[in-house]
Antibody, heavy 120, light 110 residues
Framework: QVQLVESGGGVVHPGGSLRLSCAASGFTFRSYGMHWVRQAPGKGLEWVAFIWYDGSKKFYADSVKGRFIISRDSPKSMLSLQMSSLRPEDSAVYYC?????????????WGQGTLVTVSS | EIVLTQSPGTLSLSPGERGTLSCRASQSVSYGQLAWYQQKPGQAPRLLIYGATNRATGIPGRFSGSWSGTDFTLTISRLEPDDFAVYYCQHSTNSPPAWTFGQGTKVEIK
Protein backbone atom coordinates (compact mmCIF):
# COMPACT_ATOMS: atom_id res chain seq x y z
CA GLN A 1 0.00 0.00 0.00
CA VAL A 2 1.01 3.63 -0.40
CA GLN A 3 3.35 4.86 2.30
CA LEU A 4 4.64 8.40 2.68
CA VAL A 5 7.08 9.21 5.47
CA GLU A 6 8.15 12.78 6.12
CA SER A 7 11.29 13.82 7.96
CA GLY A 8 13.44 16.86 8.55
CA GLY A 9 11.21 18.95 10.77
CA GLY A 10 12.52 20.78 13.79
CA VAL A 11 13.02 24.14 15.45
CA VAL A 12 14.60 26.93 13.41
CA HIS A 13 15.13 30.64 13.99
CA PRO A 14 13.29 33.23 11.92
CA GLY A 15 15.19 33.80 8.69
CA GLY A 16 16.65 30.32 8.81
CA SER A 17 16.38 27.39 6.44
CA LEU A 18 15.19 23.83 6.67
CA ARG A 19 14.86 20.94 4.23
CA LEU A 20 11.99 18.48 4.50
CA SER A 21 11.99 15.07 2.88
CA CYS A 22 9.28 12.57 2.07
CA ALA A 23 10.11 8.93 1.33
CA ALA A 24 7.50 7.28 -0.88
CA SER A 25 6.77 3.61 -1.40
CA GLY A 26 3.98 1.30 -2.52
CA PHE A 27 3.29 3.02 -5.83
CA THR A 28 5.08 4.08 -9.01
CA PHE A 29 6.46 7.37 -7.72
CA ARG A 30 7.60 8.66 -11.11
CA SER A 31 4.02 8.50 -12.43
CA TYR A 32 2.37 10.85 -9.94
CA GLY A 33 2.46 14.48 -9.02
CA MET A 34 3.20 15.24 -5.39
CA HIS A 35 2.15 17.92 -2.95
CA TRP A 36 3.21 19.57 0.26
CA VAL A 37 0.37 20.74 2.51
CA ARG A 38 0.76 22.35 5.92
CA GLN A 39 -1.36 22.84 9.00
CA ALA A 40 -0.55 25.42 11.66
CA PRO A 41 -1.32 24.35 15.23
CA GLY A 42 -5.08 24.29 15.76
CA LYS A 43 -5.73 25.60 12.25
CA GLY A 44 -6.94 24.27 8.93
CA LEU A 45 -5.12 22.86 5.93
CA GLU A 46 -3.10 25.05 3.58
CA TRP A 47 -1.74 23.83 0.27
CA VAL A 48 1.94 24.76 -0.12
CA ALA A 49 3.39 23.34 -3.34
CA PHE A 50 2.90 20.81 -6.14
CA ILE A 51 5.36 19.18 -8.53
CA TRP A 52 4.47 17.39 -11.72
CA TYR A 53 5.10 13.65 -12.03
CA ASP A 54 8.23 14.31 -14.08
CA GLY A 55 9.40 17.35 -12.15
CA SER A 56 9.01 19.61 -15.16
CA LYS A 57 6.54 22.00 -13.55
CA LYS A 58 6.23 23.33 -10.03
CA PHE A 59 3.55 25.47 -8.44
CA TYR A 60 3.49 27.32 -5.14
CA ALA A 61 1.08 29.07 -2.85
CA ASP A 62 1.59 32.83 -2.83
CA SER A 63 2.52 32.65 0.85
CA VAL A 64 5.68 30.65 0.10
CA LYS A 65 6.55 31.67 -3.46
CA GLY A 66 10.16 32.75 -3.76
CA ARG A 67 11.10 31.17 -0.41
CA PHE A 68 10.29 27.46 -0.78
CA ILE A 69 11.43 25.06 -3.48
CA ILE A 70 9.80 21.70 -4.15
CA SER A 71 11.83 18.99 -5.85
CA ARG A 72 11.85 15.27 -6.42
CA ASP A 73 14.33 12.45 -6.95
CA SER A 74 12.30 9.82 -8.74
CA PRO A 75 14.97 7.07 -8.79
CA LYS A 76 15.05 7.35 -4.99
CA SER A 77 11.27 7.93 -4.67
CA MET A 78 11.93 11.03 -2.60
CA LEU A 79 10.13 14.36 -2.44
CA SER A 80 11.75 17.40 -0.87
CA LEU A 81 10.84 20.89 0.26
CA GLN A 82 13.65 23.38 0.72
CA MET A 83 12.42 26.17 2.95
CA SER A 84 14.33 29.41 3.40
CA SER A 85 13.71 32.84 4.91
CA LEU A 86 11.44 31.12 7.39
CA ARG A 87 8.91 33.13 9.34
CA PRO A 88 7.02 32.35 12.54
CA GLU A 89 3.86 31.96 10.45
CA ASP A 90 5.50 29.05 8.62
CA SER A 91 5.28 27.02 11.83
CA ALA A 92 3.10 24.01 11.05
CA VAL A 93 2.91 20.30 10.51
CA TYR A 94 4.00 19.68 6.93
CA TYR A 95 2.42 16.79 5.08
CA CYS A 96 3.45 15.30 1.78
CA UNK A 97 0.59 13.96 -0.27
CA UNK A 98 0.19 12.03 -3.47
CA UNK A 99 -1.85 13.20 -6.42
CA UNK A 100 -4.93 11.12 -7.13
CA UNK A 101 -6.50 11.56 -10.54
CA UNK A 102 -4.86 13.81 -13.11
CA UNK A 103 -8.31 15.23 -13.90
CA UNK A 104 -10.00 15.17 -10.50
CA UNK A 105 -6.76 16.30 -8.78
CA UNK A 106 -7.54 15.12 -5.28
CA UNK A 107 -4.83 14.24 -2.77
CA UNK A 108 -5.43 10.57 -2.24
CA UNK A 109 -2.68 9.56 0.20
CA TRP A 110 -0.98 11.52 2.95
CA GLY A 111 2.01 11.04 5.19
CA GLN A 112 1.83 11.52 8.95
CA GLY A 113 3.56 14.89 8.80
CA THR A 114 6.63 16.54 10.25
CA LEU A 115 6.50 19.52 12.60
CA VAL A 116 8.34 22.73 11.80
CA THR A 117 8.61 25.40 14.47
CA VAL A 118 10.01 28.81 13.61
CA SER A 119 10.87 30.63 16.78
CA SER A 120 13.61 32.73 18.29
CA GLU B 1 -9.09 33.39 -6.13
CA ILE B 2 -11.76 30.88 -5.19
CA VAL B 3 -12.78 30.81 -1.54
CA LEU B 4 -14.49 27.76 -0.07
CA THR B 5 -16.78 28.48 2.88
CA GLN B 6 -17.82 25.53 4.99
CA SER B 7 -20.82 25.51 7.27
CA PRO B 8 -21.58 25.03 10.01
CA GLY B 9 -18.32 25.52 11.85
CA THR B 10 -19.34 22.87 14.37
CA LEU B 11 -22.05 20.24 14.04
CA SER B 12 -23.23 18.57 17.25
CA LEU B 13 -24.92 15.27 16.59
CA SER B 14 -25.59 11.92 18.22
CA PRO B 15 -24.49 8.54 16.85
CA GLY B 16 -27.06 7.28 14.38
CA GLU B 17 -28.11 10.75 13.28
CA ARG B 18 -27.64 12.13 9.79
CA GLY B 19 -24.95 14.72 9.23
CA THR B 20 -25.08 17.28 6.44
CA LEU B 21 -21.98 19.41 5.82
CA SER B 22 -21.91 22.28 3.37
CA CYS B 23 -19.13 23.77 1.26
CA ARG B 24 -19.89 26.84 -0.83
CA ALA B 25 -17.55 28.15 -3.51
CA SER B 26 -17.21 31.90 -4.04
CA GLN B 27 -17.58 31.47 -7.80
CA SER B 28 -18.44 28.87 -10.36
CA VAL B 29 -16.11 25.89 -10.08
CA SER B 30 -15.57 22.58 -11.76
CA TYR B 31 -17.51 20.04 -9.73
CA GLY B 32 -15.12 17.39 -10.96
CA GLN B 33 -12.32 18.87 -8.87
CA LEU B 34 -14.04 19.01 -5.50
CA ALA B 35 -12.93 16.62 -2.77
CA TRP B 36 -13.72 15.98 0.89
CA TYR B 37 -11.31 14.85 3.61
CA GLN B 38 -11.70 13.63 7.17
CA GLN B 39 -9.15 14.44 9.84
CA LYS B 40 -9.03 13.07 13.36
CA PRO B 41 -6.90 14.63 16.12
CA GLY B 42 -3.22 13.89 15.68
CA GLN B 43 -3.76 12.18 12.35
CA ALA B 44 -3.25 13.08 8.72
CA PRO B 45 -6.26 13.90 6.57
CA ARG B 46 -7.93 11.01 4.76
CA LEU B 47 -9.59 11.31 1.38
CA LEU B 48 -13.31 10.54 1.51
CA ILE B 49 -14.84 11.87 -1.70
CA TYR B 50 -13.33 13.01 -5.00
CA GLY B 51 -14.96 14.43 -8.11
CA ALA B 52 -17.72 15.74 -5.81
CA THR B 53 -19.57 12.40 -5.69
CA ASN B 54 -17.11 9.50 -5.87
CA ARG B 55 -16.16 7.62 -2.72
CA ALA B 56 -12.47 6.93 -2.31
CA THR B 57 -11.24 3.38 -1.91
CA GLY B 58 -12.37 1.81 1.34
CA ILE B 59 -14.76 4.59 2.32
CA PRO B 60 -18.07 3.28 3.73
CA GLY B 61 -21.28 3.81 1.84
CA ARG B 62 -22.73 6.02 4.58
CA PHE B 63 -20.56 8.84 3.18
CA SER B 64 -21.90 10.53 0.06
CA GLY B 65 -21.22 13.73 -1.85
CA SER B 66 -23.50 15.89 -3.94
CA TRP B 67 -23.52 19.30 -5.53
CA SER B 68 -25.74 21.97 -7.00
CA GLY B 69 -24.17 24.97 -8.68
CA THR B 70 -21.56 26.32 -6.30
CA ASP B 71 -22.89 24.40 -3.30
CA PHE B 72 -21.34 21.08 -2.37
CA THR B 73 -22.60 18.75 0.33
CA LEU B 74 -21.09 15.87 2.26
CA THR B 75 -23.71 13.67 3.87
CA ILE B 76 -23.07 11.05 6.52
CA SER B 77 -26.23 9.00 6.57
CA ARG B 78 -25.93 7.52 10.07
CA LEU B 79 -23.10 8.73 12.22
CA GLU B 80 -20.91 6.14 13.85
CA PRO B 81 -18.58 6.88 16.78
CA ASP B 82 -15.60 6.76 14.41
CA ASP B 83 -17.05 9.59 12.28
CA PHE B 84 -16.60 12.36 14.83
CA ALA B 85 -13.81 14.40 13.32
CA VAL B 86 -13.08 17.52 11.29
CA TYR B 87 -14.08 17.54 7.62
CA TYR B 88 -12.52 19.69 4.91
CA CYS B 89 -13.59 20.38 1.36
CA GLN B 90 -10.95 21.15 -1.25
CA HIS B 91 -10.99 22.42 -4.80
CA SER B 92 -8.31 22.74 -7.43
CA THR B 93 -7.99 25.19 -10.29
CA ASN B 94 -6.13 24.75 -13.55
CA SER B 95 -4.94 28.21 -14.50
CA PRO B 96 -2.74 28.57 -12.64
CA PRO B 97 -2.80 25.28 -10.79
CA ALA B 98 -3.68 25.80 -7.16
CA TRP B 99 -5.45 23.85 -4.44
CA THR B 100 -7.75 25.48 -1.90
CA PHE B 101 -9.22 24.07 1.30
CA GLY B 102 -12.28 25.17 3.19
CA GLN B 103 -11.81 26.11 6.83
CA GLY B 104 -13.32 22.84 8.07
CA THR B 105 -16.41 21.61 9.89
CA LYS B 106 -16.02 19.85 13.20
CA VAL B 107 -18.52 17.06 13.82
CA GLU B 108 -18.75 16.52 17.56
CA ILE B 109 -20.72 14.20 19.78
CA LYS B 110 -23.83 15.83 21.18
Amino acid sequence: QVQLVESGGGVVHPGGSLRLSCAASGFTFRSYGMHWVRQAPGKGLEWVAFIWYDGSKKFYADSVKGRFIISRDSPKSMLSLQMSSLRPEDSAVYYCAKEGGAVTRELDSWGQGTLVTVSS
Amino acid sequence: EIVLTQSPGTLSLSPGERGTLSCRASQSVSYGQLAWYQQKPGQAPRLLIYGATNRATGIPGRFSGSWSGTDFTLTISRLEPDDFAVYYCQHSTNSPPAWTFGQGTKVEIK
